[in-house]
T-cell receptor, first 117, second 113 residues
Framework: AQTVTQSQPEMSVQEAETVTLSCTYD???????LFWYKQPPSRQMILVIR??????QNATENRFSVNFQKAAKSFSLKISDSQLGDAAMYFC??????????????FGEGTQLTVNP | EPEVTQTPSHQVTQMGQEVILRCVPI?????FYWYRQILGQKVEFLVS????????KSEIFDDQFSVERPDGSNFTLKIRSTKLEDSAMYFC???????????FGSGTRLTVV
C-alpha cells in the first residue's frame, strides 16, 4: 500500500518570503500522480498543483512550484512571495495511475502553514 | 467554474440514527468519492464509485455505510446506525479519468451526539 508522509506538522513564513513544505511517499508503482491540496479554515479542499510521475519537469502554478525527485520519492511544495491568504493546512496526496485502482487519493498528515505579516 | 455541491453543510444526529449525506458531482465527471476527516486528523478515503458501482472501498467503509447514485445527478452516502466516532467532516469529490486532481465539495460536518 502507498503511504504519504509530511514530517512538518507546522511551518511559518513571513509575508513575501518563500517557504518549502516537505512530502515523501512510498510506492512500488512507477506511474502515479502527486498533488498538493490547500485546506483553509473553511475546510474546503482546494487543488494547488499536480505532477505526473512520468514527467521530469517540475510543475509550476504562479507562485507555487514543486520539486519532484522520483528516485528519492520526494515531492516538496515551494510557495514564493507568501501572502496572508496562503495560510492554511496543506496536504500532499498520491494517486495511482494504474487502471482499475479506483483512483483513491492517499493523503499525508498535513502541514499547518502560518503566514506572519 | 463547475463545482461539487454538498448538502447539508452541518448535520447533528443522535447516536443510532440513520443519516444521508448528499452530493451533486460535476456533471461530466466519471468517478465519485467519499472521504472523511476527523477533526485535526488526515483525510481518509472511504469509497470510490464508477459506472454505477463501487470500484474500491477502504476498511473504514463497513456494512454501516452505503452509497447510491439514485438519479443522474445525486450521489449519496448513508450511514445506517451512527456512532459517536462517525463525527467528522465528510467530503464528496468527483474526477475525470487521467491525471486530474479531484474537485472536492465544501463538506458536511456530521456531529453525532
Amino acid at each position: 500500500a502507498q503511504t504519504v508522509t509530511q514530517s512538518q506538522p507546522e511551518m511559518s513564513v513571513q509575508e513575501a518570503e518563500t517557504v518549502t513544505l516537505s512530502c515523501t511517499y512510498d510506492t512500488s508503482e512507477s506511474d502515479y500522480y502527486l498533488f498538493w491540496y490547500k485546506q483553509p479554515p473553511s475546510r474546503q479542499m482546494i487543488l494547488v498543483i499536480r505532477q505526473e510521475a512520468y514527467k521530469q519537469q517540475n510543475a509550476t502554478e504562479n507562485r507555487f512550484s514543486v520539486n519532484f525527485q522520483k528516485a528519492a520519492k520526494s515531492f516538496s511544495l515551494k510557495i514564493s512571495d507568501s501572502q496572508l491568504g496562503d495560510a492554511a493546512m496543506y496536504f500532499c496526496a498520491y494517486r495511482s495511475a494504474k487502471r482499475g485502482s479506483g483512483s483513491r487519493l492517499t493523503f499525508g498528515e498535513g502541514t499547518q502553514l502560518t503566514v506572519n505579516p | 467554474e463547475p463545482e461539487v455541491t454538498q448538502t447539508p453543510s452541518h448535520q447533528v444526529t443522535q447516536m443510532g440514527q440513520e443519516v444521508i449525506l448528499r452530493c451533486v458531482p460535476i456533471s461530466n465527471h466519471l468517478y465519485f468519492y467519499w472521504y472523511r476527516q476527523i477533526l485535526g486528523q488526515k483525510v481518509e478515503f472511504l469509497v470510490s464509485f464508477y459506472n454505477n458501482e463501487i470500484s474500491e472501498k477502504s476498511e473504514i467503509f463497513d456494512d454501516q455505510f452505503s452509497v447510491e447514485r439514485p438519479d443522474g445527478s445525486n450521489f449519496t452516502l448513508k450511514i445506517r446506525s451512527t456512532k459517536l466516532e462517525d463525527s467528522a467532516m465528510y467530503f464528496c469529490a468527483s474526477s475525470e479519468l487521467g491525471p486530474y486532481g479531484y474537485t472536492f465539495g465544501s463538506g458536511t460536518r456530521l456531529t453525532v451526539v
